[in-house]
């Protein structure tokens, strides 16, 4: 990617805001309108249907989005505004409707934007109806699944509107600035570690020689001096770089794992979801690519606390809540502010876990103090050739020497005394130092 690519994709532009807000928000509604109702309704069915066969044979959909135990007098499914309380028995009411209804002309009641379980029979849910409001219980699973829907969507548009899209372009930049900086390659280094097997295949083993070459160079544990001075055959490069390699496998099993072993781990996976995410752009529906760059090299390292927090808060709020019920305070037929902290904290572990499927694991540490054993190895070992040069150096000079060090020594004494100049100032520095040491003893007050 160039660096005009890169800047281009380094902020999200207002149609990307724009068009995300408008499909969370399309997603949002149609999964509490339609998805919802059905889910619940299904469950409730499934849950709490009449196990009486008598009472099961007659309960059907009395009206639209309602169920119940007929009477006689119901032939045929009703229109939604029919009074109710004639067709119906008050054993089991499954009221999924968006109407209004009354004890008096329906034999419940219910407001419009309520929905009214009663289940009064043998493994039902006793004797009072159970009130949801889904504007409360449920349109928080609308918001969270209409988000989720949304940022997956956004993964599969063009990067000029696709919000998400963006973000894996920017991440895919980000990611290769990032290698470069932990291993000082330079970018056409750096494009060829991360470009993909089939457009690495494309090329001629000439035109990657030198590249592969730098890396190779770089990675070396030892040069060939040492290698020989501890019995040991360094491997050279034209040995295995042969003119009829394959480029693909020389990078994946040559390259990465010396730069495994060379800087660490993570700049390895750093290289191979980089190229998996330049394969995503390619193609767009290599889905999971494109969302494991982005997030285990960016959402993970910088919201990974946020999401772990928004999850406790999530856990005080249900714990809260769960108290004000044991108090009394929340009515059991109306459980709609529970369900809607059991949702809350239900999808925010779900993120929580979400993240942690993604987080890359930190090194194990046998691996990292193996590391640094051979780290000190290797510095012991050059610090025991140091030491033997030192020897020899000295032995050199303290013994096979020392005779020529000793004359040279008498020698520059004999030239300092045969000189009457040397001698005459010698004697009058010492002369004129104990004057004055004499005088100081005479006069100790006076400053000199």
């Known amino acids: 990617m160039t660096g005009n690519a890169n800047k281009n994709h380094h902020k999200a532009g207002m149609q990307h805001y724009l068009l995300f807000l408008a499909l969370v928000v399309v997603f949002s509604f149609g999964v509490y309108q339609f998805v919802v109702p059905r889910l619940v309704q299904g469950a409730v069915m499934a849950l709490f ?40 028995k008050t054993d089991y009411i499954f009221d999924f409707s968006n109407r209004a209804r009354s004890e008096r002309v329906d034999g419940y009641t219910k407001g419009a934007a309520e929905w009214v379980v009663k289940a009064s029979g043998e493994g039902g849910l006793g004797e009072a109806a159970i009130i949801l409001e889904p504007a409360i219980g449920f349109s928080i699973i609308g918001i969270v699944v209409g988000l989720a829907l949304s940022l997956v969507l956004t993964f599969f548009m063009p990067t000029s509107i696709g919000y998400m899209a963006q973000k894996v372009e920017r991440e895919i930049g980000h990611t290769k600035a990032k290698i470069r900086l932990q291993t000082g390659f330079a970018d056409e280094i750096v494009d060829l570690l ?41 491997i050279r490069y034209e040995e295995v770089f042969t003119p009829d390699v394959d480029l693909v496998d020389f990078r994946e099993e040559v390259l990465l794992p010396r730069i495994q072993e060379f800087f660490s781990d993570f700049v390895v996976k750093e290289i191979v979801d980089c190229k998996n995410g330049i394969i995503w752009s390619h193609n767009r529906l290599q889905f999971f690519k494109g969302l494991r760059l982005y997030m285990s090299h960016h959402f993970t390292e910088k919201y990974s606390n946020n999401v772990t927090g928004l999850a406790y808060g999530g856990a005080a ?26 949702s809350l904290e239900g999808m925010l572990l779900a993120l929580l876990a979400f993240v942690l499927l993604y987080t890359e694991e930190e090194e194990r540490m046998d691996k990292m103090l193996k590391k640094m054993e051979d780290a000190n190895k290797n510095q012991l070992e050059t610090m025991k050739d140091v030491s033997e040069d030192m020897h020899q150096l000295t032995d050199a000079l303290v013994g096979e020497t020392s005779e020529l060090i000793k004359q040279k020594v008498e020698a520059a004494i004999q030239d300092a005394l045969a000189s009457d100049e040397n001698v005459k100032r010698v004697v009058s520095d010492k002369v004129a130092e104990k004057i004055i040491i004499a005088m100081q003893s005479a006069f100790p007050e006076r400053k000199q």
């Not at 639209?64 to 006689?72: G, Q």
């Not at 030198?210 to 770089?218: E, G, M, P, Q, Y």
């Open 317 to 342: 709020i249900l714990i809260v809540i769960i108290g004000v019920r044991g108090l009394k305070f929340i009515p059991p037929t109306r459980p709609s502010l529970i369900l809607a902290a059991i």
């Open 194 to 234: 991360t470009m993909p097997d089939g457009e690495l295949r494309k090329l001629e083993p000439h035109q990657v020689r030198s590249a592969f070459k730098f890396v190779w160079d770089r990675t070396a544990g030892e040069d060939e001096e040492t290698a020989n001075a501890h019995g040991r055959r360094l």
């Open 49 to 88: 249907k009449p196990h009486d066969e008598r009472l099961a044979e007659r309960f059907t959909e009395i009206a639209p989005d309602v169920f119940a135990v007929s009477t006689d007098k119901f032939t045929q499914q009703l229109p939604g505004e029919t009074e109710l309380k004639q067709y119906i």
